[in-house]
């Protein structure tokens, strides 16, 4: 099984400012890597699909990069919508699918 | 446009069973892979279980394997995921989730989720 390990835990920041949310594979998922987004009571919402691809709807401040083991979400300018619980996702080696821990992004 | 609702959950006694729905609208049911995804209260997400878009493979989570069945209605575009043998780890809301066209193993669209509560 394919361990996601994502960092940090918590990230306190201010509108404005640039997000890096990392996630590090316990093996290479050759860049099949997702991100979701979710917040308190509602379903997760994908952002990024295969390593850099938005989905559908998604703004450009969203933008996903990486390979092998180590990738990254990065979000260029926090609008407060985006304060929120980011996971990860492999679907290189399955079953399993497996999803990182989460990284609870806050607002400074 | 798009829409997935879960149905079925509630308070289960250990030991008993229950059945999930998720009822689809607004794509071709048929032609997609779908997935039951649940989250544990306060917790991270846990894929459950996977089915192709016929029916014809099915996969699952090695927590829920020989415990949960997850099966399709092509023809009432329904997902269903039959769960025995319930245990209190198996508290969650619990979503189905539709497959990325072309990579069937990311989700795109969820519904808004279900609540199981197994307790005595």
């Known amino acids: 099984e394919i361990v996601l390990t994502q960092s940090p835990a918590t990230l306190s920041l201010s509108p404005g400012e640039r997000a890096t949310l990392s996630c590090r594979a316990s093996?290479?998922?050759?860049?099949?890597l997702a991100w979701y987004q979710q917040k308190p009571g509602q379903a997760p919402r994908l952002l990024i699909y295969d390593t850099s691809n938005r989905a559908t709807g998604i703004p450009a401040r969203f933008s996903g990069s990486g390979s092998g083991t180590d990738y990254t979400l990065t979000i260029s300018s926090l609008e407060p919508e985006d304060f929120a619980v980011y996971y990860c996702q492999q679907r290189s080696n399955w079953p399993p699918i497996t999803f990182g821990q989460g990284t609870r992004l806050e607002i400074k | 446009q798009l829409q997935l609702v879960e149905s079925g959950g509630g308070v289960v006694q250990p030991g008993r069973s229950l059945r999930l729905s998720c009822a689809a609208s607004g794509f071709t049911f048929s032609s997609y892979v779908m997935h039951w995804v649940r989250q544990a209260p306060g917790k991270g997400l846990e894929w459950v279980a996977l089915i192709s878009h016929d029916g014809s493979n099915k996969y699952y989570a090695d927590s829920v394997k020989g415990r949960f069945t997850i099966s399709r209605d092509n023809s009432t575009n329904t997902l269903y995921l039959q769960m025995n043998s319930l245990r209190a780890e198996d508290t969650a809301v619990y979503y189905c989730a539709k497959g990325l066209a072309y990579i069937g193993n990311s989700f795109d669209s969820w519904g808004q989720g279900t609540l199981v509560t197994v307790s005595s």
């Open positions: 093996q290479s998922v050759r860049k099949s």
